[in-house]
């Protein structure tokens, strides 16, 4: 019990104890004076008020008390459940890239073959866009329509595709054409020699580190004011 609620109880004890009418003359150190004990009718009708206040007394210490017990309790159990926890860090893309489930994608206006494109992408910590399935590419090619942009597939002579970063392309969706590199057009994925010279789109996640990225002022001639409308 805290030091100044145990010494309040003691006090209101101590008064009720001297309002007794049993109290006689006799005093002694640390007792109540003789004044009081000399009239027990006096004390004996204070008897009632007395044990009221003792009661209302003990019963806000039992108040108190428990909510000292609760907001204690309250505040390990709350540190207990956030020891392991790390920090929410929401880093967004820069600015005009558009995000999209969980990606930064870069649009560019300048055209460039598709290895250019690739060395262009990893100057903003990024790569030419992987393109996970048959939706986000329907969503890409929405919206570029009939423009062309490289993004992260190709392969070699007898080989299958593979993405930009090493892994290899699920069939998510067709790629037409013989060629080595591939590009979005209005109809889907196409491919074709890789020294064309195309826009391209980059990509990378999310929460990946901003240093180096680089925006797109141009961007809202594509969107036409959608940006928001797409972005996840």
């Known amino acids: 019990m805290p030091e100044e609620?145990?010494?309040?109880?003691?006090?209101?004890?101590?008064?009720c104890d001297c309002l007794t009418p049993e109290m006689t003359t006799t005093s002694s150190p640390g007792s109540c004076d003789g004044k009081n004990a000399r009239n027990p009718g006096h004390n004996k009708a204070l008897i009632p008020k007395c044990i009221s206040d003792k009661l209302f007394t003990v019963?806000?210490?039992?108040?108190?008390a428990a909510l000292i017990i609760i907001i204690i309790?309250?505040?390990?159990?709350?540190?207990?459940?956030c020891l392991p926890c790390r920090p929410l860090v929401s880093v967004a893309c820069p600015d005009s890239w558009i995000r999209y489930h969980g990606k930064c994608l870069y649009v560019s206006k300048e055209e460039r073959n598709w290895s250019l494109s690739l060395t262009t992408c990893s100057s903003f910590n990024a790569s030419l866009a992987v393109?996970?399935?048959q939706k986000e590419l329907d969503f890409w090619v929405d919206i570029f329509r009939s423009s062309h942009y490289w993004f992260g597939l190709s392969r070699k002579?007898?080989?299958?595709?593979?993405?930009s970063n090493g892994t290899e392309f699920k069939n998510q969706f067709p790629v037409r054409g013989e060629g080595f590199c591939a590009y979005l057009n209005g109809k889907g994925a196409s491919s074709t020699i890789c020294s064309m010279?195309?826009?391209?789109?980059?990509?990378?996640?999310?929460?990946?580190?901003?240093?180096?990225?680089k925006g797109s002022s141009w961007l809202g001639e594509i969107w036409g004011g959608r940006a928001e409308q797409y972005g996840h």
Do not use: H
Not at 5 to 15: A, D, N, P, T, W
Not at 157 to 163: A, D, E, L, Y
């Open 197 to 213: 010279e195309k826009r391209f789109l980059c990509s990378r996640p999310e929460s990946y580190n901003k240093a180096g990225m």
């Open 157 to 163: 002579v007898n080989q299958i595709w593979k993405w």
């Open 59 to 64: 019963g806000a210490v039992v108040v108190i």
């Open 131 to 133: 393109i996970d399935t």
């Open 5 to 15: 609620i145990k010494v309040l109880v003691e006090g209101v004890s101590r008064y």
């Open 73 to 81: 309790s309250l505040a390990v159990k709350k540190t207990e459940t």
